[in-house]
């Protein structure tokens, strides 16, 4: 202790450091490994699979558990879909203006609007436990289900194959809103839930960090194409983003985690379903892989000290 105070450091600083330089090496450990070729993009699909399907359902389901629901939560998710809605007004106005060409201009809009919670997720978890996470999942319940319903239906009309439809099984067998669905039930009926149970939760929840920042050092790649719309596109993702849920924070007096949370994930990145939607519906490819790629080196920057700051107000 004598060291931080001879040199002036606060210690919430050295506590928030010592929680979040574990996950900034476990990113750059997997970006080692591809470069190694230990571990290619196969492997890091793979790793997200066995996220998306079963350690982040179980880390949802044992958050929700612990969290004190309150009526007032209900406008989590309506935050963010209001803020995915401006910022799909703002850039096809900007897109349009631009003259981009269709594919490139459905990738455009498709990157604004997606809200990257599985990448800040580690870091709320960090410095806001299991009870901050469990609201970032509600958060993550309205930017979900525009995700795979709006999101989706603008990808395929922007694809050089137009098509007309929606397919919402992809949204009714997302494993992730099921969990968030069962936790919330489980907890407004004060469900038992036997010990056996709890840890099972837990010891499969506990992986969702390490292979969630694995993976994304496996898909990170400093080739970057077009790099002022790439700017342009995460402008418009984080800041929007972040000057709404300031207002929104404000109008609704929210205080404490709850508004910490709120903005954390309002701000964050742009989503991994930018180049899923782009494969999947031959947009721009390429243009997508650099938005991802880009948005990992800016979020590495600024969501650490984003949390940092808000933490400890």
Avoid at 63 to 86: D, G, H, N, Q, W
Avoid at 172 to 188: R, Y
Avoid at 202 to 215: A, F, H, K, Q, Y
Wanted: net charge positive; with cysteine; charged share 15%.
């Amino acid at each position: 202790m004598f060291f931080w105070e001879f040199w002036g450091i606060d210690p919430n600083l050295i506590d928030f450091l010592n929680k979040i330089i574990p996950i900034i090496v476990i990113f750059g450990l997997g970006y080692f490994l591809k470069r190694i070729r230990l571990f290619s993009k196969n492997a890091a699909d793979l790793l997200l699979k066995l996220v998306f399907n079963i350690t982040l359902p179980a880390l949802t389901i044992i958050s929700i558990l612990k969290v004190e629901l309150r009526l007032e939560y209900i406008f989590i998710p309506l935050v963010a879909v209001l803020i995915m809605f401006t910022t799909y007004f703002l850039s096809q106005f900007i897109g349009k203006k631009m003259k981009l060409p269709g594919q490139t201009l459905g990738t455009f809009i498709i990157s604004t609007m997606i809200i990257n919670t599985a990448f800040v997720f580690p870091f709320i978890l960090s410095g806001f436990g299991e009870e901050g996470f469990a609201i970032a999942t509600i958060f993550q319940f309205g930017n979900g289900f525009i995700i795979f319903t709006f999101v989706y239906y603008l990808a395929m009309k922007y694809s050089q194959e137009s098509k007309d439809k929606i397919d919402f099984k992809r949204f009714l067998n997302l494993p992730p809103i099921w969990a968030l669905l069962i936790g919330i039930i489980m907890n407004l009926f004060s469900v038992p839930v036997p010990r056996a149970a709890t840890n099972l939760l837990r010891e499969l929840g506990n992986p969702t960090i390490p292979l969630v920042m694995l993976s994304l050092g496996i898909y990170f790649n400093f080739k970057l194409k077009r790099l002022p719309l790439i700017l342009l596109a995460n402008v418009i993702r984080i800041f929007t983003g972040l000057i709404l849920a300031l207002f929104f924070a404000e109008l609704l007096h929210l205080e404490g985690m709850v508004r910490a949370v709120l903005i954390i994930c309002s701000a964050a990145p742009i989503g991994y379903n930018t180049l899923v939607f782009a494969t999947m519906e031959k947009l721009d490819k390429e243009f997508a892989a650099s938005l991802v790629s880009s948005t990992l080196i800016i979020g590495l920057i600024y969501v650490p000290i984003l949390t940092f700051m808000l933490g400890i107000q």
